[in-house]
């Protein structure tokens, strides 16, 4: 079983629209949580950390389920520069280990 | 700012030949990490090191060897290529207490 598992898409949305990602972990000792954006042949780049309690970057928002093992992002008033594909990292206890999701795509159309 | 910086980002390898991937960064992260990237599969931690001198496996250490003689370098040598090691390897630095990951640009290997 993945460590991180996350809905492959694509999602196709229309400008403005807004559209929420998940992803589920399997192990409930992990400590820490992250979204990152991968734009096409780059690298992966931090988009934002998440925490218990909900947090809120602009547009993005992100939640933690730790009883249910899930994480979410919502991007709100989608733009067409939010094309790119979504990753969904969990780490492990003292930041050791870091797995990833494989990725969620995400097209947002004109 | 160089931040992670990968060389080569470009490779052709054939089987049996071996060679080594750099990794330095400039930013005196304790923690550094190489990881591989396939299609449908997400980026899969290889290797990893916590301070010079520490390193540990990953998820998929088979093949690879590294070490971490100084903070700011941790290479990963390919022992002797196999086409299943065909792949974009990208290196990663963080500072431990926030758990951000830098990332370098990736070197994207070919094995025939």
């Known amino acids: 079983r993945k460590e991180v598992e996350q809905d492959p898409g694509p999602f196709n949305v229309p400008e403005g629209a807004t559209v929420a990602f998940n992803c589920t972990y399997s192990?409930?000792?992990?400590?820490?949580f992250f979204w990152y954006r991968q734009d096409c042949r780059k690298e992966p780049k931090l988009l934002m950390s998440?925490?218990?309690s909900g947090n809120e970057d602009g547009r993005f928002t992100a939640q933690l389920n730790r009883a249910s093992q899930y994480i979410s992002l919502l991007i709100r008033d989608s733009k067409l520069s939010d094309s790119a594909t979504y990753l969904c990292?969990?780490?492990?206890?003292?930041?050791?280990?870091?797995?990833f999701g494989s990725g969620t795509k995400l097209n947002v159309k004109p | 700012n160089a931040g992670v910086t990968q060389t080569p980002k470009f490779q052709v390898l054939k089987t049996g030949q071996s060679m080594t991937l750099q990794c330095a960064q400039d930013?005196?992260?304790?923690?550094m990490s190489w990881y591989r990237q396939d299609p449908g599969m997400g980026l899969r931690l290889i290797h990893y090191?916590?301070?010079?001198?520490?390193?540990d496996q990953g998820e998929v250490p088979n093949g690879y060897n590294v070490s971490r003689s100084t903070t700011e370098d941790f290479p990963l040598r390919l022992l002797s290529a196999a086409p299943s090691q065909t792949s974009v390897y990208f290196c990663?630095?963080?500072?431990?207490?926030?758990?951000?990951?830098?990332f370098g640009e990736g070197s994207r290997l070919t094995v025939l």
């Open positions: 192990n409930s000792a992990s400590q820490s």
């Open positions: 930013m005196n992260h304790e923690y």
């Open positions: 090191s916590v301070g010079a001198g520490i390193t």
């Open positions: 990292v969990v780490g492990g206890y003292n930041f050791n280990k870091f797995y």
């Open positions: 990663a630095s963080s500072y431990r207490r926030t758990g951000e990951l830098f």
């Open positions: 998440v925490y218990s």
